[in-house]
């Protein structure tokens, strides 16, 4: 399996949940879903600016010191974020903490 087979819908069914629909390049950038049997979410962020793994610590460590984050993991090559929180995490404290690490949303 490639890379690029790793996508959104690839990691949906990972976690037990079935994919409806296929997300266009635009909704990919940004989404939430509920985590399967647990009261989590699962946040998928696109990231501009990231070229070493320097970057992925910066944005691992800004990401993991937000309240309510569980879990974090920063994909260099897909320039991603997927980000394990509790509900009372916005999308939008989320994308804070990365542009204060010096990264844009893509």
């Not at 399996?1 to 079935?18: C, K, N, T, Y």
């Not at 998928?44 to 800004?62: F, L, P």
Request: charged share 25%; aromatic share 4%.
């Amino acid at each position: 399996m490639s890379r690029r087979d790793e996508g959104p819908a690839h990691f949906i069914a990972q976690v037990g949940l079935q994919c409806t629909r296929r997300l266009g390049k635009r909704d990919e950038a940004n989404f939430t879903f509920p985590k399967k049997g647990l009261d989590l979410m699962i946040s998928t962020v696109k990231i501009k600016g990231m070229s070493c793994n320097h970057c992925v610590r910066a944005v691992t460590e800004a990401l993991t010191g937000l309240p309510g984050v569980t879990g974090v993991t920063v994909d260099l090559e897909m320039g991603q974020a997927v980000v394990e929180h509790d509900p009372s995490v916005s999308l939008q404290s989320v994308h804070e903490q990365i542009a204060k690490a010096g990264y844009e949303i893509g």
